[in-house]
């Protein structure tokens, strides 16, 4: 069984699920640089099913990168983050949920189920 990811992510400003947010996901090389096995947009529900479904992950150093500037420069907002970066290990064959919550002024994530 392989490693599977799946994302979430949640605008805290409105409570609503965080459509139209652009990101990257890649993996850590052997030889140093970052490859990218993933990008895309979160969907209407905040999920990006589209993008991740299919995608594997061999054990390994993985970061998300999400455009949260562009995001809320398109509601009208300002945000102290342009982007926000999650770096993670894939290990162990497990499916990773990893749900992002954020707003202008601050950001969460855990390891979810």
């Known amino acids: 069984m392989a490693n599977t990811i799946a994302l979430f992510v949640l605008d805290t400003t409105s ?3 965080a459509q139209g947010v652009r990101f990257v996901l890649q993996r850590h090389a052997v030889d ?3 490859e990218t096995v993933a990008d895309g947009f979160t969907a209407r529900d905040g999920l990006a099913r589209e993008a991740l479904g299919g995608v594997e992950l061999a054990d390994g150093e993985y970061r998300l990168i999400y455009d949260t500037h562009s995001y809320f420069l ?3 907002m300002t945000s102290i ?3 926000i970066r999650v770096d993670f ?3 162990d064959h497990r499916r990773y ?3 992002l919550l954020m707003g202008p002024y601050s ?3 855990y390891l979810g189920s």
């Open 15 to 17: 409570g609503q699920p």
């Open 32 to 34: 140093g640089h970052w």
């Open 74 to 76: 398109s509601r009208n």
């Open 81 to 83: 983050y342009r982007q």
């Open 89 to 91: 290990i894939a290990m």
């Open 97 to 99: 949920v990893l749900p």
């Open 107 to 109: 950001y969460t994530t």
